[in-house]
């Protein structure tokens, strides 16, 4: 520090990280540092001028501000030291002699290196979620206030970011502030996600039930709470319609025992109505009969609705409009009437005040009959708008038909008390089947043994069952077994000469066919009171049964498959988890799949294909399994597989390798086969995790893992998997500002003509370049960029970057030279891709026939069909294509001949050891021979030896790439040796 300096010197060290002195030669002098990040700086600019530490893209920019010869300030550059680069803030003002010519510059500087490299993370974080179908919300545990949250989660629940950020997430969510802080300590002591299903209420006023996986993340220092969302709303209405449809079964079952318990009409009415409303569907059920008068009574009511029935006026009489209603209507036409908006409905307007105060939003009329005469309605009132959907009419209308069944019986059963007294012992027979309204009436005698079975049977078979009952025990008739309790306690309860109702039992007819019964009886005494057997009825409850096991089964089972469902098999892992938490030998294994390349189905050949191929895929996984073992399909193309008794991840892997050699051969849909590859991934009870949600999380890791490591595998989890996981993820939010940042670039490697010994092509090569990691391997990024999408814009990029470097070297007059670009298969099934790719050579003036697409040979077998039709469509424009890595898939050479391509290209693992395998040289030589057969051009790919290069030569191969001749290089670089090679030739 010079004496001139020695006074500023306390003043600069508080206002910045640097100074120093530039004179117009660009040397620096009196160098003062303030801060120890620019301490590297400033030893540079000892020995060297700040313009040779400026980074190259900023270097032009600083010169030209020198050269202004003004004062500018908050310049921002790039500065290179050995330490590492480091990010500047500069400000400089000309300092003048006293001629008043320009002396020198006096420059400071603030490091803003972490400021940068701050901002730059959350751009990529931001872009990130708001890519995003879910909703992700950010959370800082400290001020339990929205650090972000993105597009998604705004246009969910119909706010701004904004208005979002300055709500707080307890009030969104709905928790206190002690309920959040303990949730939020509990994810960052446990270190693991956990799921929550919240009801959010939106800004206008409507409810939507997500479904919240939450997972603490330490970032500079302070916890961050990353909530990932989804909107559930619509598979927890499917699921309260399923459940609405099992209350109204309740209340057809409920109304059925009303009927079998009543004795008179009106503990009918009472007892339906009653029954209809305890199953909670509905609040209020009425039944009205018509008076002389026309007018409408109430007869039996049950429910919500305490207002006098007598003050609401409901009549007959159509002229006015209380005439003209549900209950009117239905009683006229004898037919149903609803209206699933009653508040709106223009028939039920006397009412609607009435509607309001007790919230009535539908509302059903179902006439009721004795002896074909309609004598009363039954009303149904409920909340909730459109509840009577075309299932619960029909199902309300089954209850009225037993209703008006009944009250048949009733009418029967007064005529039978009018009777003679010559049928009195047929009344006293049949006055309980009244009483029972039920299908058949049966009798047995003291023994025990039926003597009587009447009723409407139907078919040969059971006809023939009833006569082989007659003189037997029931529980000793072939197909009859018993359900809702055992034979001993049935006959007990027989011994015990006592009534009793509702012992359901099942019979299998010879024919297979299963009929479900219930059975209800009676003691029979003669006049000494003794013991003469039983009588009762027997009633059909088959479509019951079938309805209840069909709602259970739907409730349980996916109803594609038939295999159980993520909430049947959550129940199952829950149950295995307790089961091996107590007992250490019954550990279990976990193994989550997921079907390679499955979309590719459902976009080619439709949703109705892809649907039958998961049914055929479900029979499979089933094949190389125990019966003990658990298939379930969670979803989409995501299958699990529960392995009981596996405390060893060998046998575990030895089941999913069984299941992968299962789907070697392909699977046969509607005449086509298709290729089905899958990914598993194992996760172990009581080694990998010790709870169902952690062990679920590594599996599906694992799974993931197997996908990276080429698709079709097996991956087992491990700790280094869940790191590896991670960094992954982090490199798939750095690709996403690859494109942005200019940190990809092609490079090119030449192809060789055997018979000119000329370059006669080029391929085009992309590279990535990481400020901080380097260069990144193609093997690393390029799946990366084909699970996210990026690999289309990337593509789009490359192939666009390609022609113009193509349109840039015809310029420079250059030997004209054809390009070869790879093509993902993402990008080949894009459906803009022949469009994109004539855009870009009209773009350029590039005659198509220079373009050369290289596709693998797994994409052409995958789907043959549709790779042919794509392949046509492009080369009608002129464009060539090539077929890469042959010989790596499953096709055969003989099916060279369907595909319309230009080049068969040799895969470098039949080149590798070409000199030394002679399974590689007949390989090789084959190739060869078949390709010129077929009048395509081949090339060798991975040429690095003398001793290929001869054999190749020696088997007349077209063309060869790699490193013997030229090595990948970046297109200066390229230019200069194609000008050596030309000039040399």
């Known amino acids: 520090m010079t004496p001139a300096l020695q006074p500023q010197h306390t003043l600069l060290s508080l206002c910045t990280d640097l100074y120093w002195c530039q004179d117009a030669h660009g040397r620096c002098h009196q160098v003062a540092s303030f801060s120890a990040s620019t301490d590297a700086v400033a030893q540079q600019l000892r020995q060297h001028s700040f313009d040779q530490l400026i980074a190259l893209e900023d270097r032009e920019a600083w010169l030209s501000q020198l050269q202004g010869g003004n004062t500018f300030r908050r310049w921002q550059c790039r500065v290179n030291t050995p330490e590492g680069h480091r990010y500047l803030q500069v400000a400089a003002t000309p300092v003048m002699d006293q001629r008043g010519r320009f002396s020198h510059y006096e420059c400071m500087a603030v490091d803003i290196t972490s400021v940068r490299s701050h901002d730059a993370d959350l751009e990529r974080f931001r872009a990130a979620m708001d890519m995003s179908l879910d909703m992700i919300f950010l959370v800082d545990r400290e001020t339990l206030t929205f650090i972000d949250a993105n597009d998604t989660a705004c246009l969910s629940l119909e706010v701004s970011r904004d208005e979002l950020i300055l709500q707080s997430p307890g009030k969104v969510m709905g928790f206190s502030e002690a309920e959040l802080t303990e949730r939020y300590d509990r994810l960052i002591k446990q270190g693991v996600s956990s799921r929550i299903e919240r009801r959010l209420r939106r800004s206008d006023s409507s409810e939507a039930i997500i479904e919240i996986y939450s997972r603490a993340t330490e970032i500079q220092g302070r916890w961050v709470i990353i909530g990932v969302g989804r909107d559930i709303t619509a598979r927890k209405q499917a699921e309260n319609r399923a459940l609405r449809l099992q209350r109204i079964f309740s209340a057809l079952s409920l109304t059925n025992e009303a009927i079998l318990r009543a004795e008179n009409r009106q503990d009918l009415f009472e007892d339906v109505c009653a029954a209809a409303v305890s199953s909670g569907l509905f609040t209020t059920a009425s039944i009205l009969a018509p008076l002389k008068s026309g007018r409408f009574k109430a007869i039996a009511n049950a429910g919500n609705y305490t207002r006098q029935p007598e003050k609401v006026l409901v009549t007959t009489t159509p002229d006015i409009p209380e005439g003209r209603g549900l209950t009117s209507e239905a009683y006229r036409s004898g037919k149903a009437q609803s209206s699933n908006d009653f508040k709106n409905d223009p028939r039920?307007?006397?009412?609607?005040?009435?509607?309001?105060?007790?919230?009535?939003?539908?509302?059903?009329?179902?006439?009721?009959?004795?002896?074909?005469?309609?004598?009363?309605?039954?009303?149904?009132?409920?909340?909730?708008?459109?509840?009577?959907?075309?299932?619960?009419?029909?199902?309300?209308?089954?209850?009225?038909?037993?209703?008006?069944?009944?009250?048949?019986?009733?009418?029967?059963?007064?005529?039978?008390?009018?009777?003679?007294?010559?049928?009195?012992?047929?009344?006293?027979?049949?006055?309980?089947?009244?009483?029972?309204?039920?299908?058949?009436?049966?009798?047995?005698?003291?023994?025990?043994?039926?003597?009587?079975?009447?009723?409407?049977?139907?078919?040969?078979?059971?006809?023939?069952?009833?006569?082989?009952?007659?003189?037997?025990?029931?529980?000793?008739?072939?197909?009859?077994?018993?359900?809702?309790?055992?034979?001993?306690?049935?006959?007990?309860?027989?011994?015990?000469?006592?009534?009793?109702?509702?012992?359901?039992?099942?019979?299998?007819?010879?024919?297979?066919?299963?009929?479900?019964?219930?059975?209800?009886?009676?003691?029979?005494?003669?006049?000494?009171?003794?013991?003469?057997?039983?009588?009762?009825?027997?009633?059909?409850?088959?479509?019951?049964?079938?309805?209840?096991?069909?709602?259970?089964?739907?409730?349980?089972?996916?109803?594609?498959?038939g295999l159980p469902n993520r909430v049947m098999f959550t129940e199952l892992l829950r149950n295995a988890t307790r089961t091996a938490s107590r007992y250490k030998d019954n550990a279990f294994a976990v193994l989550f799949i997921d079907l390679d390349r499955f979309k590719t189905v459902n976009d080619t050949y439709g949703h109705h294909a892809g649907d039958r191929l998961l049914v055929e895929v479900a029979k499979r996984l089933r094949l190389p399994l125990r019966s003990s073992d658990i298939v379930a399909r969670l979803g989409g193309d995501e299958f699990v597989v529960l392995l009981h008794k596996v405390s060893a991840r060998g046998l575990a892997l030895t089941t999913a390798n069984h299941i992968l050699e299962t789907f070697s051969q392909p699977v046969k849909v509607d005449d086509r086969e298709f290729m089905v590859g899958c990914s598993i991934g194992v996760s172990l009870f009581g080694i990998d995790a010790f709870n169902e949600e952690e062990l679920m999380n590594h599996a599906d890791t694992a799974m993931y893992a197997a996908k990276e490591d080429g698709r079709n595998n097996v991956h087992c989890y491990s700790a280094e998997l869940h790191q590896h996981t991670q960094r992954r993820a982090g490199l798939s939010l750095q690709l996403r500002q690859a494109l942005q940042h200019d940190q990809l670039s092609l490079n090119y490697q030449a192809k060789l003509d055997m018979n000119t010994g000329q370059a006669v092509g080029v391929e085009a090569l992309l590279r990535w370049h990481h400020p901080e990691l380097g260069d990144v391997s193609p093997s690393q990024f390029i799946p990366i960029a084909e699970d996210n999408g990026l690999i289309i814009p990337i593509g789009e990029w490359a192939i666009t970057q390609a022609i113009k470097q193509l349109h840039e070297w015809d310029t420079l007059n250059l030997p004209p030279l054809n390009l070869a670009v790879n093509l993902s298969a993402r990008q080949f099934n894009y459906p803009e891709l022949g469009k994109f790719i004539i855009n870009a050579l009209r773009a350029a003036s590039i005659d198509p026939q220079r373009l050369e697409l290289e596709i693998t040979e797994s994409l052409m077998i995958q789907n043959p069909e549709h790779a042919i039709a794509v392949i046509k469509a492009i080369k009608d424009t002129g464009v060539r294509f090539a077929l890469d890595d042959f010989g790596t898939g499953y096709s055969s050479l003989g099916q060279l001949r369907h595909y319309p391509i230009d080049t068969l290209k040799i895969d470098r693992a039949f080149v590798r050891d070409l000199a030394i395998s002679r399974e590689d040289q007949a390989i090789s030589k084959a190739i060869i021979s078949m390709g010129k057969t077929l009048g395509m051009a081949v090339v060798a790919e991975g040429v690095e030896t003398p001793e290929q290069l001869a054999l190749l030569s020696r088997y007349q191969c077209d063309q060869i790439q790699g490193f013997f001749y030229h090595r990948p290089v970046p297109s200066d670089e390229f230019v200069s040796w194609y000008l050596k090679q030309t000039q040399i030739l």
């Open 348 to 561: 039920t307007s006397p009412w609607h005040d009435l509607a309001r105060q007790f919230d009535i939003g539908s509302a059903a009329a179902y006439p009721l009959f004795e002896r074909k005469q309609c004598i009363a309605v039954m009303l149904f009132y409920a909340g909730p708008v459109d509840t009577f959907d075309a299932q619960n009419q029909s199902i309300l209308q089954s209850m009225a038909d037993n209703i008006s069944f009944a009250l048949d019986s009733f009418a029967a059963d007064e005529e039978q008390q009018r009777a003679a007294e010559a049928i009195r012992r047929n009344e006293q027979r049949f006055r309980s089947l009244t009483s029972l309204t039920s299908d058949f009436y049966w009798e047995m005698d003291a023994g025990l043994h039926f003597i009587q079975y009447e009723g409407r049977i139907i078919g040969e078979s059971n006809q023939k069952a009833v006569r082989t009952l007659i003189g037997r025990h029931l529980w000793n008739m072939p197909g009859v077994r018993a359900d809702t309790m055992n034979w001993r306690k049935f006959r007990r309860l027989l011994r015990q000469e006592k009534a009793f109702r509702d012992f359901e039992y099942s019979f299998t007819n010879s024919e297979g066919v299963v009929y479900y019964l219930s059975l209800a009886g009676e003691p029979i005494f003669d006049d000494q009171h003794r013991f003469c057997g039983y009588r009762g009825i027997s009633r059909d409850i088959s479509d019951k049964k079938r309805a209840d096991n069909r709602i259970r089964h739907l409730a349980t089972h996916d109803t594609l498959t």
